[in-house]
């Protein structure tokens, strides 16, 4: 059974850094690459950016290059979002999911929702 | 980048009834679409991929048309279940991905 867990809810103050994860299993990981998707408050679905765990070849949407950076560890199929510099405006619902170029995004992880407040 | 709107931003549907949905890309994305439904709390879930082509375990009250701009998706007979808000998502600007505003569909 194909799955992407994520890691727990986090809360952080602005400043602060964060590291969330996406773990993969049941399909071998390094043949799809991994978006991620910010969802904020009572809002629609963002595309953040991808990466393709086989060669760590990495996309952003413009909006996000330069705030988030996402990595991987192929040795344990986990992907990674990470922030150096948290802002509130960061607090949202993120999202993994597993993405090809036939099926589009076809499993998403269950969400980690970051909450960014002083 | 390819901007993706979604029309109505919101439809009322008596359960029974048929709820056409809308997409428009600004260039064509060939047949390159995806839709997804997410309810209140849960993640996403994949509906359509390649315009037209039901994922995995999607009854066939759903469907989706359309190539190049303009997509369509249509739900023949509204179910509890399906009162949702729908994506569309184009991929053919591989691997750079864009989703549309999504559109809420309400019991009426």
């Known amino acids: 059974e194909v799955q992407l867990v994520q890691s727990g809810a986090e809360v952080k103050k602005p400043g602060e850094s964060l590291k969330i994860s996406c773990k993969g299993s049941g399909y071998s990981f390094t043949s799809y690459w991994i978006a991620w998707v910010r969802q904020m408050p009572g809002k629609g679905l963002e595309w953040m950016g991808i990466?393709?765990?086989?060669?760590?070849?990495?996309r952003y949407s413009p909006p996000f290059q330069g705030q988030v950076t996402i990595s991987v560890d192929k040795s344990i199929s986990t992907a990674y979002l990470q922030w150096s510099s948290l802002k509130a405006s960061d607090t949202a619902m993120y999202y993994c999911?597993?993405?090809?170029?036939?099926?589009?995004?076809?499993?998403w992880g269950q969400g980690t929702l970051v909450t960014v407040s002083s | 980048e390819i901007v993706m709107t979604q029309s109505p931003a919101s439809l009322s549907v008596s359960p029974g009834e048929r709820a056409t949905l809308s997409c428009r890309a600004s260039q064509s994305v060939s047949s390159n679409l995806a839709w997804y439904q997410q309810k209140p709390g849960q993640a996403p879930r994949l509906l359509i991929y390649?315009?037209?082509t039901r994922a995995t375990g999607i009854p066939a009250r759903f469907s989706g048309s359309g190539s190049g701009t303009e997509f369509t998706l249509t739900i023949s007979s509204l179910q509890s279940e399906d009162f949702a808000v729908y994506y569309c998502q184009q991929y053919n600007n591989w691997p750079l991905l864009t989703f549309g505003g999504g559109t809420k569909v309400e019991i009426k």
């Open positions: 390649s315009a037209s």
């Open positions: 999911a597993r993405q090809s170029a036939v099926a589009a995004g076809d499993y």
């Open positions: 990466i393709y765990p086989r060669d760590s070849d990495t």
